[in-house]
T-cell receptor
Framework: DAKTTQPPSMDCAEGRAANLPCNHSTISGNEYVYWYRQIHSQGPQYIIHGLKNNETNEMASLIITEDRKSSTLILPHATLRDTAVYYCIVRSSNTGNQFYFGTGTSLTVIP | KAGVTQTPRYLIKTRGQQVTLSCSPISGHRSVSWYQQTPGQGLQFLFEYFSETQRNKGNFPGRFSGRQFSNSRSEMNVSTLELGDSALYLC???FGRGTGNTEAFFGQGTRLTVV
């Protein structure tokens, strides 16, 4: 699976949009981009995933660049409960259901 | 519907003992994967089971083993516990296999402390 690069930490003001970037320049055509988050000592929570089109669900939006080498997770109106570590993962079918978690981005939402 | 259930939530064991952790996946999900999370190594993949067969294995010693039952419930076992095995053990449940387009849902984990 392709490697991802994320900033180690970010801050966001409560009520503002949080934009979390991820670089995956070696992504292959059949690899999906997944986002998970983990609130301290809990299990990772699935947020969203996509292949090449932008995706939106009730939690967030995923914007994937046309060349698919990077993506941005957008939390439209960040709340204090969104404070967590966010993981960007690139996954193919070649590794079954194995997910490679990097170090992620620690997002702090500030009141 | 019910999520992924891991039991027990917390466990304290002594070095040299063995431990068994349990994971019940989401109803209808046939794949269960296990991960170890430590402050130093982050989240690391242990193994994946699908239809009662181990399909994938991470880089862990043979003291770490698992199995899956016909109802898709899974157990993992760690024998001859070491202090370094202290970690949060997470189980992930996935509906199918063979495509990258299936999300995994995680349980709350079992916090194992080895003393």
């Amino acid at each position: 699976d392709a490697k991802t690069t994320q900033p180690p930490s970010m801050d966001c003001a409560e009520g503002r949009a949080a934009n979390l970037p991820c670089n995956h320049s070696t992504i292959s055509g059949n690899e999906y981009v997944y986002w998970y988050r983990q609130i301290h000592s809990q299990g990772p929570q699935y947020i969203i995933h996509g292949l090449k089109n932008n995706e939106t669900n009730e939690m967030a939006s995923l914007i994937i660049t046309e060349d698919r080498k990077s993506s941005t997770l957008i939390l439209p109106h960040a709340t204090l409960r969104d404070t967590a570590v966010y993981y960007c993962i690139v996954r193919s079918s070649n590794t079954g259901n194995q997910f490679y978690f990097g170090t992620g981005t620690s997002l702090t939402v500030i009141p | 519907k019910a999520g992924v259930t891991q039991t027990p939530r917390y466990l304290i064991k002594t070095r040299g003992q063995q431990v068994t952790l349990s994971c019940s996946p989401i109803s209808g999900h046939r794949s269960v994967s296990w991960y170890q999370q430590t402050p130093g190594q982050g989240l690391q993949f242990l193994f994946e089971y699908f239809s009662e067969t181990q399909r994938n294995k991470g880089n862990f010693p043979g003291r770490f083993s698992g199995r899956q039952f016909s109802n898709s419930r899974s157990e993992m076992n760690v024998s001859t516990l070491e202090l370094g095995d202290s970690a949060l053990y997470l189980c992930a449940s996935t509906f199918g296999r063979g495509t990258g387009n299936t999300e995994a849902f995680f349980g709350q984990g079992t916090r194992l402390t080895v003393v």
